[in-house]
């Protein structure tokens, strides 16, 4: 008998399923299972059952039922009664078992005749017959499940076996514990667990909503979960989780694509408020309506969850009036509220709503957030609620709650607004709507005041000067909001309506612009920035001159020979309309400017910018100056200048709520971690903020970029080429030349070791004829070597002696270490083959150059170039040479560069490393066998572990072998074990 049903939609709690499988595996156990109706007890229960091996018929379940009258011991022996597979097998039952025939006498035929007397104490008789079918029983679970509709002699009998349990058993209860009678515990007040029995209590909580996301993206068939099954096979389809018996199949038609899933977790989080229950009877609907193209439309518009809407119906049935007018008036109000403000929207007396309160709190309707502040427990039992309440009995508690509502200050204008559309009455709302949103912009409430004005312009019948008011209040907040497609589209909808003023639909396409050629890293946006200064020269010159100085910043298309003369024209109009504001934009861009160029006259003028200004927009302005100098600060080699600049543009964004400032600082800092050598943990990291920012285009390329840089350094070529491929793809969208470069250098080492030299070549000269025409010679630490030793490699010494020309002659004077490091490496790359001393000493050069920058990755490449030149002249210090590079390598986990070194030392003849370690390793890893086992991991194939560790495949196979036998797992589990074995 399987205990998970064989379905695939079991997902997340893997803390709580490892605790139960724990004390399974420990008899005796005692394990309270408790949560709410709907949870997934049942389903975490089968989980642990199939995860801990336990066979079908060693698990004896009885149930109990929500029957006025339950029959004594019910649940226990209705259990006892599934124990006939494993009781026919056993010899020598004792005398005191044959008590259990009167109550077991489908079991009379293997149980020894009752010898008890008559008059004797019957729960003794029972509890000794049981103790002793346990005893010859062995190791079995006994689950009572709903043990909340247990009757008294039943929980009395369960205490009994929990305080003494028989050495082989092991018992699991589920219960709700909101309905347990008079909110006693489950096995009353004088249950302790005793010493020498493992389990303990185990509280289920709802999904949260990443885990709704993955059991919609299993059961939808748009992704993979975590697999297994959602509850024991003899449970009912009801049980939390998707178990074989809820008749949900894979894939529900072409309205759900992988797209569209993350939107219906999130209605269907929404709409649960993460009762697994509830999320798979909604799948299940719309499985049945799999013609559905709009699943969004399609579950805004359908009933709750009829499970939960019948779960609600039954508490509320059992309420007295004072509670049911209580319950009624939280709902409506919908936020956690105290008994006065209870009171004056269900119009009842004080002692009264303290009355309703107390009956529906011992209910589990009402719950207690806060302190003296009451509230639904889930969101969608107050929906259920309120959409009982009869439409004049709710209109009536709309009214009085906006009436007790006034009466506070501040105002909770955004509350009022919401009851007054509650009423229908539009003007009243529009006008509500609109004071409650200037109200949030000027707390600094973007998450109250985005929602009120989109939902304002949403309105068909809304006046112009209101809607040109609402359009603009709403491009502000977008302005310094991450990005993200869902404003970026409702931005583009307002300058579609033709009914906005031509001067406010240029400030809102301006934002647009700058979401779109910014944030979104799209120089399409460009073309709209371009447009909003048409629209704004005229009325509002100033903010044309800030379109101007954005459009400044485009280095591509050509548009860099322009810069001086937009630059200009932003200068005129601000002479003509001044604008603190603006200037400090046009500030921004010119120090901006000055950092691509690699001027020295820069840090003076960063340390004027204010920071501590009363105007947001000039805090704002600093803190993207603070962090396009930060930025590219790193491309120029100052890269402990831009940690601190960095870090300061963080913490003035967190300050001034500027999000996209401070995610687009947080992902640098992260990139900045890279240059300097702390991989560890770094992709995750970079994960969790992708996860974050879904819609940031520069945690997806920054991510990218990384991924690439280490999957190589692994020899993971494939994923190394697919990640720089991606990040190019970002590049030739974007305005700015860097991020086209830096993927053009990764995608062109790889291209230099699979394909060789031309190949390479090929790669490379979009990228350096687009840094020629941008003339972003301070930037091209990472792609003038590589280019050159491209160039050179094909056969055209020429082209690679003029290229480091005229890099040199580009970036003298120029403030910009990586360049210079990158210009010494080239040469010295120029230099091999023809002058073996210059290219030591520029090795040397770039090698010192870039460890006083602080880039052990790149410091251990000259290394190993330096190595490579001094071979033939100086054995001894080349070895050395290779040697540090080496460690450097193994210490970041650049396993297969590590492994060149150790190629390289062998074929010039430079002896071996000394090693680190001892000679025999037992059955512990080797290091040898670490770096196989870790590309194991990572999911590579036995041919690329070759190819990156330089090793035979004969070599590989017999290293993975070894692996699998110390490990104990199997290939695809390598990853966790490594990971539980430590380093």
């Given at each position: 008998m399987r205990h998970d049903g064989g379905a695939p939609g079991f997902v997340g709690r893997r803390h709580e399923v490892a605790r139960l499988v724990r004390a399974l595996r420990a008899a005796p156990a005692v394990v309270l299972v408790e949560g709410d109706a709907g949870i997934g007890k049942s389903a975490l229960v089968g989980r642990a059952l199939a995860e801990a091996e336990v066979p079908g018929e060693r698990v004896l379940t009885g149930r109990c039922h929500p029957v006025a009258e339950p029959s004594p011991y019910g649940?226990?022996?209705?259990?006892?009664?599934?124990?006939?597979?494993?009781?026919?097998?056993?010899?020598?039952?004792?005398?005191?078992?044959?008590?259990?025939?009167?109550?077991?006498?489908?079991?009379?035929?293997?149980?020894?005749?009752?010898?008890?007397?008559?008059?004797?104490?019957?729960?003794?008789?029972?509890?000794?017959?049981?103790?002793?079918?346990?005893?010859?029983?062995?190791?079995?679970?006994?689950?009572?499940?709903?043990?909340?509709?247990?009757?008294?002699?039943?929980?009395?009998?369960?205490?009994?076996?929990?305080?003494?349990?028989?050495?082989?058993?092991?018992?699991?209860?589920?219960?709700?514990?909101?309905?347990?009678p008079d909110g006693a515990p489950v096995l009353g007040t004088a249950y302790r667990c005793p010493p020498g029995v493992s389990g303990g209590l185990l509280r289920i909580e709802p999904l949260d909503e990443a885990e709704v996301l993955e059991l919609a993206r299993t059961v939808l068939g748009t992704g993979t979960g975590t697999g297994g099954a959602a509850g024991p096979a003899a449970a009912p389809a009801s049980s939390a989780g998707v178990a074989a018996g809820t008749g949900l199949a894979s894939g529900v038609g072409p309205g759900v694509g992988p797209g569209t899933v993350p939107a219906v977790a999130r209605l269907l989080y929404e709409r649960s408020g993460g009762l697994p229950a509830a999320v798979v009877e909604d799948l299940a609907a719309l499985q049945e309506d799999g013609r559905q193209t709009d699943p969004v439309a399609f579950l805004s518009g359908a009933d709750l969850a009829r499970g939960l809407r019948d779960a609600v119906a039954e508490r509320l049935a059992g309420l007295g009036a004072e509670a049911r007018a209580v319950v009624e008036a939280v709902a409506v109000l919908e936020e956690p509220a105290g008994e006065g403000l209870i009171a004056e929207v269900s119009a009842l007396s004080a002692e009264q709503v303290s009355s309703g309160l107390v009956e529906a709190l011992r209910a589990g309707v009402l719950s207690e957030p806060e302190p003296a502040r009451y509230a639904f427990r889930w969101e969608p039992a107050r929906q259920v609620v309120y959409r009982r309440i009869p439409g004049p009995t709710r209109s009536a508690l709309h009214r009085r709650?906006?009436?007790?509502?006034?009466?506070?200050?501040?105002?909770?204008?955004?509350?009022?607004?919401?009851?007054?559309?509650?009423?229908?009455?539009?003007?009243?709302?529009?006008?509500?709507?609109?004071?409650?949103?200037?109200?949030?912009?000027?707390?600094?409430?973007?998450?109250?005041?985005?929602?009120?004005?989109?939902?304002?312009?949403?309105?068909?019948?809304?006046?112009?000067?209101?809607?040109?008011?609402?359009?603009?209040?709403?491009?502000?907040?977008?302005?310094?909001?991450?990005?993200d497609a869902a404003s970026t589209e409702v931005l583009a909808d307002i300058i579609a309506d033709p009914r906005l003023p031509v001067a406010d639909r240029g400030e809102v396409r301006l934002t647009l612009g700058l979401r779109v050629a910014v944030q979104g890293g799209d120089r399409v946006g460009f073309a709209l920035i371009e447009q909003a200064a048409d629209e704004l020269i005229a009325e509002r010159p100033a903010r044309a001159a800030r379109a101007l100085v954005a459009l400044a910043m485009n280095e591509r298309d050509g548009a860099g020979a322009a810069v001086r003369e937009r630059m200009a024209k932003a200068a005129a109009a601000l002479e003509s309309e001044p604008d603190e504001e603006v200037a400090a934009a046009y500030r921004a861009t010119r120090l901006t400017f000055q950092a691509r160029e690699g001027d020295p006259e820069l840090w003076p003028e960063l340390d004027r910018l204010p920071r501590d200004a009363s105007n947001p927009e000039l805090v704002r302005q600093t803190t993207?100056?603070?962090?396009?100098?930060?930025?590219?600060?790193?491309?120029?080699?100052?890269?402990?200048?831009?940690?601190?600049?960095?870090?300061?543009?963080?913490?003035?964004?967190?300050?001034?709520?500027?999000?996209?400032?401070?995610?687009?600082?947080?992902?640098?800092?992260?990139?900045?971690?890279?240059?300097?050598?702390?991989?560890?943990?770094?992709?995750?990291?970079?994960?969790?903020?992708?996860?974050?920012?879904?819609?940031?285009?520069?945690?997806?390329?920054?991510?990218?970029?990384?991924?690439?840089?280490?999957?190589?350094?692994?020899?993971?070529?494939?994923?190394?080429?697919?990640?720089?491929?991606?990040?190019?793809?970002?590049?030739?969208?974007?305005?700015?030349?860097?991020?086209?470069?830096?993927?053009?250098?990764?995608?062109?080492?790889?291209?230099?070791?699979?394909?060789?030299?031309?190949?390479?070549?090929?790669?490379?000269?979009?990228a350096v004829a687009m840094l020629r025409q941008a003339g972003a010679w301070a930037r091209a630490g990472e792609l003038l070597p590589i280019a050159v030793e491209a160039v050179r490699g094909a056969g055209d010494e020429g082209a690679a002696r003029h290229l480091t020309e005229e890099a040199a002659e580009a970036i003298d004077g120029a403030d910009a270490p990586a360049a210079h490091a990158g210009l010494a490496l080239a040469r010295g790359v120029l230099l091999e083959g023809t002058d073996s001393?210059?290219?030591?000493?520029?090795?040397?050069?770039?090698?010192?150059?870039?460890?006083?920058?602080?880039?052990?990755?790149?410091?251990?490449?000259?290394?190993?170039?330096?190595?490579?030149?001094?071979?033939?002249?100086?054995?001894?210090?080349?070895?050395?040479?290779?040697?540090?590079?080496?460690?450097?390598?193994?210490?970041?986990?650049?396993?297969?560069?590590?492994?060149?070194?150790?190629?390289?030392?062998?074929?010039?003849?430079?002896?071996?490393?000394?090693?680190?370690?001892?000679r025999g390793y037992g059955e512990a890893l080797s290091p040898r066998e670490r770096q196989v086992a870790e590309l194991v991991g990572q999911g590579v194939s036995n041919q690329d572990i070759a190819q990156a560790l330089f090793l035979s495949p004969r070599t590989v196979e017999h290293h993975v072998a070894s692996v699998l036998r110390k490990l104990g797992v199997g290939r695809k589990d390598v990853a966790e074990a490594l990971a539980e074995t430590g380093s």
């Open positions: 649940p226990v022996l209705d259990a006892l009664r599934r124990s006939r597979p494993v009781l026919a097998g056993v010899a020598g039952m004792p005398p005191s078992a044959g008590a259990l025939r009167t109550w077991l006498p489908d079991l009379a035929d293997l149980l020894p005749e009752n010898t008890a007397g008559a008059g004797a104490d019957e729960r003794y008789r029972l509890t000794q017959g049981l103790q002793a079918l346990f005893g010859a029983l062995g190791e079995v679970v006994l689950l009572v499940e709903d043990a909340q509709w247990a009757d008294r002699a039943t929980r009395e009998l369960l205490l009994l076996l929990a305080r003494d349990p028989h050495p082989g058993l092991s018992l699991v209860v589920t219960y709700r514990p909101e309905e347990l709650a906006i009436d007790a509502l006034r009466t506070g200050r501040p105002q909770p204008l955004a509350r009022i607004a919401a009851h007054t559309r509650a009423l229908g009455d539009r003007d009243a709302w529009q006008q509500a709507a609109e004071a409650a949103a200037d109200q949030a912009v000027e707390q600094g409430d973007t998450a109250v005041a985005g929602p009120l004005l989109r939902e304002l312009l949403a309105e068909a019948d809304l006046a112009p000067e209101r809607r040109g008011r609402a359009a603009r209040a709403l491009s502000g907040l977008a302005a310094n909001a991450a990005y993207r100056a603070l962090f396009n100098v930060g930025d590219i600060a790193m491309e120029t080699g100052h890269d402990q200048r831009a940690g601190r600049l960095l870090a300061e543009s963080r913490a003035l964004a967190r300050q001034a709520a500027i999000s996209y400032l401070e995610c687009y600082s947080r992902i640098a800092l992260l990139r900045l971690d890279g240059l300097a050598g702390r991989w560890q943990g770094l992709e995750e990291r970079f994960e969790a903020i992708g996860t974050e920012y879904p819609d940031v285009a520069m945690a997806r390329v920054e991510r990218a970029m990384l991924f690439g840089r280490m999957a190589a350094s692994r020899g993971r070529l494939a994923v190394a080429r697919a990640e720089f491929e991606s990040a190019a793809r970002y590049g030739e969208r974007e305005s700015q030349v860097t991020t086209a470069i830096r993927a053009a250098a990764g995608l062109g080492a790889v291209e230099l070791v699979e394909r060789g030299a031309e190949a390479a070549a090929a790669v490379l000269a979009p001393c210059g290219a030591i000493e520029s090795y040397r050069e770039a090698r010192d150059a870039w460890r006083g920058i602080g880039r052990p990755y790149e410091v251990a490449k000259a290394e190993e170039r330096l190595a490579r030149a001094l071979a033939d002249r100086d054995p001894q210090t080349a070895a050395e040479r290779l040697a540090a590079a080496e460690a450097t390598y193994t210490t970041l986990g650049a396993a297969s560069d590590a492994a060149r070194c150790q190629h390289v030392r062998r074929d010039l003849g430079l002896g071996r490393m000394a090693s680190p370690g001892r």
